[in-house]
């Protein structure tokens, strides 16, 4: 079966500690892995993906085939990073449907 | 650029009534996903349009049927709603080669009573 699991629904942490999300996955075949995010009030976007290997906002993400998981990190949280974050995958074909964790809140606080 | 649009942003529904909700693709996209969000969930496909087509379908009844227009705009439409229909209703656009990027409208929030 195909799922995304996050297994944490909230997570709260102090501004400049380290954070990490957590996502672990359930696919046959080699998915696309991403993470999108929901800040208060603004529609769900992008935030990377993992065949860009690409660090957004301070955010990387390892894709662990062996594990099957697919965590966000970043070193040193700050208070604008709170927001609800979904882990997502896909077919390898651009364009397949999406399929969502249930999401985490991260809060950021001073 | 003009992102992707959704109407309405919200309405109420009785129980057994029918609902059309529509959403305006992303300038240059022509694959249209819906998504269906219920409180606390991630969200959940629902169905895929490419060039008018359905390229795709989750696990979803009949009763919830899609169009796309030659313009790439799109409708959803629920028949006969059930209380657990209430949610939020996303619509996703995308370039379906080379981008894996889906680009969200705001979604519209369906309250069935």
């Known amino acids: 079966a195909q799922r995304v699991t996050q297994p944490e629904k909230l997570l709260s942490v102090f501004k400049g500690a380290p954070v990490e999300l957590k996502c672990n996955y359930s696919?046959?075949?080699?998915?696309?892995l991403f993470w999108y995010v929901q800040y208060s009030r603004q529609r769900l976007q992008l935030l990377l993906r993992?065949?860009s290997r690409e660090s957004i906002k301070g955010f990387t993400a390892d894709l662990n085939k062996g594990e099957t998981s697919f965590h966000l990190k970043k070193p040193f949280a700050q208070e604008e990073d709170s927001a609800m974050y979904y882990c997502?995958?896909?077919?390898?074909?651009?364009?397949?449907?999406?399929?969502f964790g249930k999401g985490t809140t991260l809060s950021v606080s001073s | 650029e003009t992102g992707v649009t959704q109407s309405p942003t919200h309405l109420i529904k009785t129980r057994g009534q029918q609902v059309t909700l529509r959403c305006s693709s992303q300038s240059g996209h022509n694959t249209v996903s819906w998504y269906q969000q219920a409180l606390g969930q991630g969200p959940q496909f629902i169905f895929q349009?490419?060039?008018?087509?359905?390229?795709g379908r989750g696990n979803f009844p009949p009763r919830f049927s899609g169009l796309q227009f030659p313009n790439y705009s799109s409708e959803l439409n629920v028949n006969a709603l059930e209380l657990d229909d209430s949610a939020l209703y996303l619509c996703?656009?995308?370039?379906?080669?080379?981008?894996?990027?889906?680009?969200f409208g705001p979604g519209t929030r369906l309250t069935v009573t």
């Open positions: 997502a995958l896909s077919g390898n074909q651009a364009g397949t449907a999406l399929i």
């Open positions: 696919y046959s075949g080699s998915p696309e």
């Open positions: 996703a656009s995308s370039i379906p080669t080379g981008s894996y990027e889906q680009y």
């Open positions: 349009y490419y060039r008018e087509e359905e390229n």
């Open positions: 993992h065949i």
